[in-house]
């Protein structure tokens, strides 16, 4: 998962795309606007994100926050991991760690005595449960057999392998270093390691990638994935080498039309095979969610450790009592003299207000198909509901079918979740002009992760077509 700037950028508008109409009116008038609002109480478990920033080259379309050096100092970047996840976890005072995730990068170069040694370091820190969801982002030319085993031994019980594409044509477009080949036998290794717990990324909206293309490809993931796909719209990045050819007039760029036939149809594919469309970009069978990404998507703690890794928890071992949303420093030197000199390496932390806090409940609450209960609204909202904010049900975008408010809570339809970023700005409206005339306006800003965004974009970035 990935973040930038300071609030959530799928709060954004879809780039040229009309939104389906307002969102409801205030809430009954009789319901005073709120005052001051607790903050919630700090839960006593976070999630852990590790950053590994190194690669063996760049990706053509990739601009996150990654490093390709002749040389990595291993054992030094493995000492400040260590010494970092300690510092964090002891000023967030969480008492448990509910899943762990390394990220990147490339963490599959690492070697599985770093992942030893930071999950080890983990467990002195906060209680990991035992068979707490442990998640390593793996490349398929990084991922042989034995060192799979490897990883395995040292306490990864999930894998995410980037397999982009089974296409060798369309893997050279990305810079990719595997062939399909090499990404199929890697699947397959993975899978006898890590059966039901192997996940696999794919991206669609190429340059020049046909509808026909896709789906083919996706038929052949269907024959070759285990029980979860994340299938992300690649986007165009300024400074990176695809963007550059299209922007170029060198490759076409996707119509918006053919963007939305290639994320419906992967949808109705994905269903017909057993799986179930948790969130935006995410499909899972048999139960195989990632319980990781899930506390993202459901505002719990969550601290980021390693260069440019995002966070929020409250940081109880300061005196802190708010939430705050921290980045780590970017560039893997300078993290690591902050950390040797000050045991961390965050380069910059903002408390968020009690508003800040419901709009990234609200932003990524709604990218699941479960929604946002009125029990997590509460936490974060005691003295005010959703039915207040939104309306009762049955109102405004509810009755164009974008969105269902009910007993369960707040939640996108089929429709809704597939125009997610065109409704996302009208509802940040709503909620702020419910709470009170002084809130400060919606502002691009970070998701979950460490440092980037996800392989490729939110699939609620398919605009799907003008409304």
Not at 221 to 245: F, K, N, P, V, W
Not at 390 to 412: K, T
Not at 415 to 428: I, Q, Y
Request: net charge positive; with cysteine; aromatic share 6%.
């Amino acid at each position: 998962m990935a973040a930038r700037g300071w609030r959530l950028a799928a709060a954004a508008a879809r780039p040229g795309g009309g939104g389906p109409g307002r969102a409801p009116g205030p809430g009954p008038a009789s319901e005073p606007a709120p005052g001051p609002v607790p903050q919630p109480a700090a839960p006593a478990a976070a999630s852990v994100y590790v950053h590994w920033p190194y690669c063996c080259k760049r990706c053509s379309y990739c601009n996150f926050n990654t490093y390709v050096v002749p040389a990595v100092d291993e054992a030094a970047v493995r000492a400040c991991l260590v010494r970092e996840a300690q510092t964090l976890l002891r000023l967030s005072r969480v008492k448990s760690v509910t899943s762990v995730f390394f990220g990147g990068g490339t963490p599959s170069l690492a070697s599985p005595g770093t992942i030893t040694a930071v999950l080890e370091a983990v467990m002195g820190a906060a209680h990991l449960p035992a068979g707490a969801e442990v998640t390593l982002e793996a490349n398929p030319s990084s991922t042989t057999t034995a060192r799979l085993a490897g990883f395995k031994a040292a306490g990864v019980n999930r894998l995410s392998i980037g397999v982009q594409s089974l296409d060798d044509v369309e893997l050279r477009l990305l810079g990719r270093e595997h062939t399909a080949a090499e990404a199929q036998a890697a699947v397959e290794a993975a899978r006898q390691l890590f059966p039901g717990r192997t996940s696999i990324d794919l991206l669609f909206g190429l340059p020049g990638q046909s509808l026909g293309a896709w789906t083919q490809g996706l038929k052949a993931a269907l024959g070759l994935c285990d029980d979860h796909i994340s299938l992300y719209q690649l986007t165009l990045e300024r400074g990176t080498a695809l963007a550059a050819r299209v922007w170029g007039g060198a490759l076409p760029a996707p119509p918006q039309d053919l963007l939305a036939d290639m994320y419906q149809t992967a949808r109705t594919m994905l269903l017909a095979a057993g799986f179930r469309h948790y969130e935006v970009s995410n499909f899972a069978r048999k139960g195989a969610l990632s319980t990781h990404n899930l506390s993202y998507w459901r505002a719990e703690q969550y601290i980021g450790v390693g260069p440019g890794a995002h966070g929020r928890f409250v940081p109880h071992g300061e005196g802190g009592c708010s939430r705050e949303a921290r980045v780590q420093m970017l560039e893997p030197i300078a993290w690591m003299r902050a950390v040797q000199s000050r045991g961390h390496g965050t380069g910059k932390r903002v408390v968020l207000s009690p508003l800040e806090q419901l709009e990234e409940v609200l932003a990524l609450g709604l990218r699941t198909d479960e929604g946002i209960t009125h029990k997590r609204w509460g936490r974060f909202s005691p003295h005010l509901s959703l039915e207040a904010v939104f309306g009762a049900p049955g109102q405004a975008l509810q009755q164009q079918g974008w969105m269902v408010l009910d007993g369960g809570g707040l939640r996108c339809t089929e429709r809704g979740l597939a125009v997610l970023d065109s409704l996302l700005p009208d509802l940040l409206c709503q909620l702020q002009r419910r709470w009170g005339p002084t809130a400060p306006g919606p502002a691009p800003g970070p998701a979950p992760g460490g440092g980037t965004a996800p392989r490729g974009s939110s699939a609620a970035r398919t605009g799907l077509r003008a409304l």
